[in-house]
């Protein structure tokens, strides 16, 4: 490898997904749908999987969170790039930063297992900083030692370490059509519509140093709009909501009375649905992360991941890898 080959090596984009479930993960500890079932039993087709998170570096010493989900303990036990080095100091780490793409608990939860006094940064938009503010229990992360930076709605940002050193992640962060978190729900409000088009929810534009092909990753959006299309248009790779492929399958599978919409979810399938808005757009590869555990398309065998394939789809696993 000559010297060029070996920059281009360091600066390349690596991307690692950690969790590929929605919220609850894959099986639920709760759930006796058929899915769950045949997940926990070991079906073949039909592989476990933990619950919403992405890693990305780009020199395999320095990597960035995206969300850090309940399972993240499990997660860092499975993924060596993410536990202190063979000569690292007795306390240490190689993630150095969490940026958070909204306040839901399968994206900040992990945050209360990272509270070793052991330093990174947390970055997310000014409204989930907000909600990590009034939760005290989040002051298990003294801010002294895990500073919390605001990732503006618009713009790209180098993503820093706690002492401010570059990662050579870049992120762009923008708004998506989304919801507010759960907890945050106000249900004195009973006809209240809690989607969010003001950055409560965020998709984010991930890119090395090289400045070569950008990721998005969207684990949350409830609508594809022009303004978002176009934003995608030429990426390299696209990561997107996969939470349901039928707006209504929670309530068909009986186990519950939202709506994809109402979670602020877009369904895969359908006319609105993320693989016929997405279908002309040019788009590296594009797959599904986020799956919820009534999502069909989690049985390898059914018809409805036959139809994500050959609609150009992939659907994530736990630990796939991404290089661009
Ligand atoms: C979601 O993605 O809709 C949330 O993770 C739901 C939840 O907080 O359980
Ligand atoms: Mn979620």
Not at 80 to 88: I, K
Not at 154 to 183: H, M, Q, S, W
Not at 208 to 235: H, K, M, T
Request: glycine residues 10%; hydrophobic residues 40%.
């Amino acid at each position: 490898m000559d010297d060029r080959e070996r920059r281009e090596v360091e600066t390349a984009l690596r991307l690692r997904i950690l969790g590929s479930a929605a919220g609850g993960g894959f099986p639920q500890w709760n759930c006796n749908y058929r899915l769950s079932r045949a997940a926990r039993a070991g079906a073949a087709a039909i592989s476990q999987r933990t619950q919403s998170s992405l890693a990305a570096s780009v020199n395999g010493r320095d990597w960035v969170l995206f969300n850090a989900s309940p399972d993240i303990r499990q997660q860092i036990a499975q993924t060596s790039e993410l536990q202190p080095g063979a000569r690292a100091p007795l306390r240490s780490t190689p993630i150095r930063a969490v940026v958070l793409t909204n306040g839901d608990v399968d994206h900040v939860a992990g945050l209360l297992s990272l509270r070793e006094r052991q330093p990174f940064a947390i970055y997310a938009a000014a409204q989930v900083l907000a909600a990590l503010q009034a939760n005290s229990i989040f002051n298990v992360l003294d801010p002294a030692i895990v500073p919390r930076r605001v990732l503006p709605p618009e713009g790209g940002l180098k993503i820093c370490d706690a002492n401010g050193r570059a990662t050579g992640v870049t992120v762009e962060g923008f708004t998506v059509p989304g919801k507010v978190a759960l907890y945050l729900e106000d249900s004195t409000l009973p006809e209240a519509d809690f989607s969010s088009d003001k950055g409560d929810t965020i998709g984010v534009r991930i890119t090395g140093e090289n400045g070569g092909g950008s990721v998005f990753y969207i684990p949350g959006c409830a609508r594809i709009d022009a303004v978002l299309r176009s934003r995608l248009e030429g990426a390299a790779c696209l990561l997107f909501d996969g939470t349901v492929y039928t707006d209504d399958e929670m309530i068909a599978a009986g186990v519950g009375e939202k709506t994809g919409a109402r979670m602020g979810h877009l369904a895969m399938s359908g006319e609105t649905g993320s693989i016929a808005k997405l279908a002309n757009a040019e788009i590296g590869r594009r797959i599904f992360i986020h799956i919820n555990n009534t999502n069909p398309v989690l049985d390898e065998n059914s018809p409805e991941h036959a139809a994500v394939r050959a609609a150009g789809w992939e659907v994530a696993d736990d630990g796939m890898e991404i290089e661009l």
